[in-house]
């Protein structure tokens, strides 16, 4: 089992940036890759950004070139740095993590939302 706790949501005005983390637990060494997806209201849940154990990163076509995913791996920990921060970028922010049996495991979200 892993557990996740994101923070670092809130309002920001657009244009500007915020820094969410997200802190796993439990049976880490399980975990293949990290990520965040969002969810806006009314649409489907979509990949922002993700990176592996060995550190490859993959990006949204939205996001790329604004976002940035790190990773720490002595504090268990993921970051996505968000810059230029857009009004569509207003969404539910769920950090997330693959097992290498195939399971998901999903934080319980943070609101972004970024007013215009």
């Known amino acids: 089992q892993v557990h996740l706790v994101e923070s670092g949501g809130g309002l920001v005005q657009a244009g500007g940036s915020l820094r969410l983390s997200c802190a796993a637990s439990g049976n880490i060494f399980s975990i293949n890759a990290m990520g965040w997806y969002r969810q806006a209201p009314g649409k489907q849940r979509e990949l922002v950004a993700s990176v592996t154990t060995g550190g490859s990163t993959n990006y949204a076509d939205s996001v790329k070139g604004r976002f940035t995913i790190s990773r720490d791996n002595a504090k268990n920990t993921i970051y996505l740095q968000m810059n230029s921060l857009k009004p569509e970028d207003t969404a539910v922010y769920y950090c997330?993590?693959?097992?290498?049996?195939?399971?998901?495991?999903w934080g319980q979200g943070t609101q972004v939302t970024v007013s215009s």
């Open positions: 997330n993590a693959e097992s290498n049996l195939g399971w998901d495991y």
